[in-house]
């Protein structure tokens, strides 16, 4: 699994509690990332980490 590590900005109104993640088109391009590819967002902070 490739670690990349990126700021979170404000989430958009009404994307708030979508599951959904915007990324920048430089970065999905420099990634090889499609629309619907699964990516695991976690905290530096947070203790109990799940992969899937």
Same mark, same amino acid.
């Given at each position: 699994?490739?670690?990349?590590?990126?700021?979170?900005?404000?989430?958009?109104?009404? !994307?708030?509690?979508?599951?959904?993640?915007?990324?920048?088109?430089?970065?999905?391009?420099?990634?090889?990332?499609?629309?619907? !590819? #699964?990516?695991?967002?976690?905290?530096?902070? #947070?203790?109990?980490?799940?992969?899937?």
């Amino acid at each position: 699994m490739n670690r990349m590590k990126f700021r979170v900005k404000d989430v958009f109104k009404d !994307d708030f509690g979508k599951g959904i993640a915007r990324i920048d088109p430089d970065v999905v391009l420099e990634n090889n990332l499609n629309a619907g !590819d #699964t990516i695991c967002i976690y905290n530096d902070s #947070t203790k109990n980490q799940q992969r899937l």
